[in-house]
Structure formats: C-alpha cells, structure tokens
C-alpha cells in the first residue's frame, strides 16, 4: 500500500524556518517525481513545488521561490521542504504527494494526510 | 500563475448528471493534455480521479468523465450519489514547468 507521512508542521513565529518531512512507502520512490501542494484554512488547494525523481531538478511556484527548498534523500525514501522567512500567509494545511511521472509535475496519484504550519507570533 | 477557474458551486440530484468546467490559458490547459482532476471530501485529502483530461486512474467509478476544448476541460460526474459530495479541482501542468490548480468547485447533492 503506498503511503505519505508528513511531519513537521506546528506553530511557527513569522520569519521562522521549520523543515518539513515526508516518509514515503508501498512504492518504488526513486521512479517519482514528488511535490508539496498546500491550502489555507477554507481556501484551494496551490502547488508549491516539485522534484525530478534524481533531485536534480526543482520547481517552484513564484509565491515561495527564494524563501522554500524542496529536497529528496532517495536512500531513505523521504522529501523535505525547507520553509525560510515565514509569513502568515503561508499558514496552511502542507500536503506532500506523489506525481505520476518522475520528470515534470503531471498529476499527483497519492497524498499525504497532510501538516499544519500555523504562522503568527 | 494565476488559478484555473471554475465555478464556485454545483448541484444536482441524486441520479443526475453535472459538468464542472475548468478555464484556463493555452500556456496550461490548452497547450497540453496534462489536465488532472481531484476530489477532496470535507477534512480529507484529495484524491486523483481523472488524469491526461479522460483518464481514470485504477479504482475510479466510470461515472467520472473528463474531456477538453480549447482552453476549457470539463468533468462530467454521472448518475450523481450522495457520497459525490465533495470539492472538485482541476489541475494542469503549464509551459513554465510548474503546476496550477483550478479555484475549486463545491458539489451539493441535493
């Protein structure tokens, strides 16, 4: 069965820089390329960003590109996203997902229950 | 990347058939057949159910349908069922190799 374990969310004071991590099992994570897609409280859902399946390459949407780093240890099948110079508007429910392809993000065929990051002081 | 749009809510009754739409630009949903649909019940995660714009992934009702025109994707839900209640997204892949969601549309069975 493949599963997504998120991790690392929780209050975080603005300009705080929390990692998130993401334990994936059930499926052969090297073969994937994996993203992060986050939604407000009562808003949509918006992608954040995603890995090629080596690491080598990343995608980020224009709202946290400079401020997040999506990363990948495939020896330990978990992604991370290391969130910088946080504000309250990146409060938000953090999903970590699965694409179907390994190369661009195409479509996401598995999600995580997903980790809160609440920002305010 | 600004969102997809979709209209904010959509109902039918049981044994109904809806169509969601979804408008984009020809740098997303008219430029390739990457159009994805998610359904996301309330306080769950979403869950892939049309993939490739008509694709259904393994375990998916044939009541969900998807297709395309133009800068436009539709998901047509069939035979509407109570537990069809949820909020719907479309996603597409986009030229600049990043991802956008649709606004979201609320479905109420009646």
């Known amino acids: 069965e493949v599963q997504l374990l998120e991790s690392g969310g929780g209050l975080v004071q603005p300009g705080g820089s929390p990692r998130l991590s993401c334990a994936a099992s059930?499926?052969?994570?090297?073969?994937?390329?994996m993203s992060w897609v986050r939604q407000a409280p009562g808003k949509g859902l918006e992608w954040v960003s995603t890995i090629t399946s080596s690491g080598g390459n990343t995608y980020y949407a224009d709202s946290v590109k400079g401020r997040f780093t999506i990363s990948r240890d495939n020896s330990k099948n978990t992604l991370y996203l290391q969130m910088n110079s946080l504000r309250a508007e990146d409060t938000a429910t953090y999903y970590c997902a699965k694409d179907q392809w390994e190369s661009i993000p195409h479509s996401f065929d598995c999600w995580g229950q997903g980790t809160p990051v609440t920002v305010s002081s | 990347q600004s969102a997809l749009t979709q209209p904010a809510s959509v109902s039918g009754s049981p044994g109904q058939s809806i169509t969601i739409s979804c408008t984009g630009t020809s740098s997303d949903v008219g430029g390739y057949d990457y159009v994805s649909w998610y359904q996301q019940p309330p306080g769950k995660a979403p869950k892939l159910i049309i993939f490739?714009?008509?694709k259904r992934p393994s375990g998916v009702s044939h009541r969900f349908s998807g297709s395309k025109s133009g800068n436009t994707a539709s998901l047509t839900i069939s035979g509407l069922q109570a537990e069809d209640e949820a909020d719907y997204y479309c996603g597409s892949y986009t030229s600049t190799i990043t991802y956008v969601f649709g606004t979201g549309t609320k479905v109420t069975v009646l």
């Open positions: 490739d714009v008509s």
């Open positions: 059930g499926f052969t994570f090297t073969y994937y390329a």
